[in-house]
């Protein structure tokens, strides 16, 4: 199974391909050399967020919709939902057990409020 950075690389390459741009091109468009958009393309080199958003720009894509895009391979798709359930599970490991045994106790009192109104 390829790795993460392989699919990055592989929906750059793809992009790269359909605007027909050779790796020179989009190298000097977003300020990096042909032989780096090479790596990158190779999973030799992991492309820093300054560059997937810079890559997204020229793909006239959003980097979210880039790295969702090659996340979608793992069968992990990219959403607010997860993302915020991502947040708060980080958040909620976080706490002491103490405070994760009064944060349970919170969720469980709010969904009786959601489930029973005005109870």
């Known amino acids: 199974m390829p790795s993460f950075n392989e699919r990055v690389g592989e929906v750059v390459k793809r992009k790269r391909q359909r605007d027909r741009l050779t790796q020179n091109d989009l190298g000097s ?63 909620y490991d976080a706490l002491s057990p103490e405070h994760q045994k009064m944060a349970r106790a919170f969720l469980l009192f709010l969904r009786e409020q959601q489930d029973h109104p005005g109870a």
Not at 58 to 86: I, M, N, P, Q
């Open 29 to 91: 468009r977003i300020g990096v050399s042909g032989s780096y958009i090479s790596s990158i393309e190779s999973a030799q080199s992991s492309a820093r967020i300054t560059e997937i958003e810079a890559l997204a720009t020229v793909f006239r894509t959003t980097a979210f919709d880039l790295l969702s895009e090659a996340a979608a391979a793992d069968g992990y798709k990219f959403s607010t939902t997860h993302r915020d359930r991502d947040a708060f599970l980080t958040l």
